[in-house]
């Protein structure tokens, strides 16, 4: 199983929105609504986001959202806070039962 | 609330076994759920190593499957992965978590970082 391509870096001023995005194949992203995503800041264990594809666990704020259009996932951000500068990955559910994650992208904050 | 804990060396030397533990306070493992490991390497991102359930089902990523081995002890509520013949390039922070979803992965341990060398 290859990695889910996302782009290595994404920059956004404070108040801005920005969108990150996730590229799979049929054989994950496309087929299942299993898409995942995690804000990761250094030396911390990631964190869970997003789960299938739109839905927030408790507590996370509303500024995050997620999508899906075929093979590409989208996780959305608005009302960039400083707090926000981290890295994020995505991680989609695949054909064999497994999970595969993405690349990473870092997210500056101007 | 559930927390996860991963132990075990720091430091393997090259053609070993790595081997660790993660405990898991708060939720009994045999009550559901898959629970898994993921590691993020030096420079790069994360990656899935496998997963398994207390009835049995196991889950490994193809790339790593020949060389891990993942168990689980409910009566101590903990789960165990084992990579055998290490490499320098196995070298990276291994975290186990809690498997919510078909992908996601809700509650993580803290990791800890294995350093594979001679």
């Known amino acids: 199983q290859s990695a889910l391509t996302q782009p290595a870096s994404v920059s956004g001023s404070p108040g801005q929105s920005i969108t990150i995005s996730c590229t799979g194949t049929n054989s994950d992203v496309g087929t299942y609504n299993f898409v995942s995503w995690y804000q990761q800041h250094p030396d911390k264990a990631p964190k869970l986001m997003i789960y299938d594809v739109n839905n927030r666990p408790s507590g996370v704020s509303d500024r995050f959202s997620g999508s899906k259009s075929g093979n590409t996932a989208s996780l959305a951000i608005s009302g960039l806070q400083a707090e926000d500068e981290a890295d994020y990955y995505c991680?989609?559910?695949?054909?064999?039962?497994?999970?595969?994650f993405g690349g990473g992208t870092k997210l500056t904050v101007l | 609330q559930v927390q996860l804990q991963e132990s075990g060396p720091g430091l393997v030397k090259p053609s070993e076994t790595l081997s660790l533990t993660c405990a898991v306070s708060?939720?009994?493992?045999?009550?559901?759920?898959?629970w898994g490991w993921i590691r993020r390497l030096p420079g790069k991102g994360l990656e899935w190593i496998g997963s398994?359930?207390?009835?049995?089902?196991?889950y490994y990523n193809p790339s790593l499957k020949t060389r891990v081995s993942l168990s689980m002890d409910t009566s101590n509520n903990h789960f165990s992965l084992q990579l055998r013949s290490v490499t320098a390039a196995d070298t990276a922070i291994y975290y186990c978590?809690?498997?919510?979803?078909?992908?996601?992965?809700?509650?993580w341990g803290q990791g800890t970082l294995v350093t594979v060398s001679s």
């Open positions: 991680s989609s559910y695949t054909s064999s039962g497994n999970v595969v």
């Open positions: 398994l359930h207390h009835a049995g089902s196991t």
């Open positions: 708060g939720y009994s493992i045999s009550s559901g759920y898959y």
């Open positions: 978590a809690r498997r919510k979803s078909s992908s996601s992965f809700d509650y």
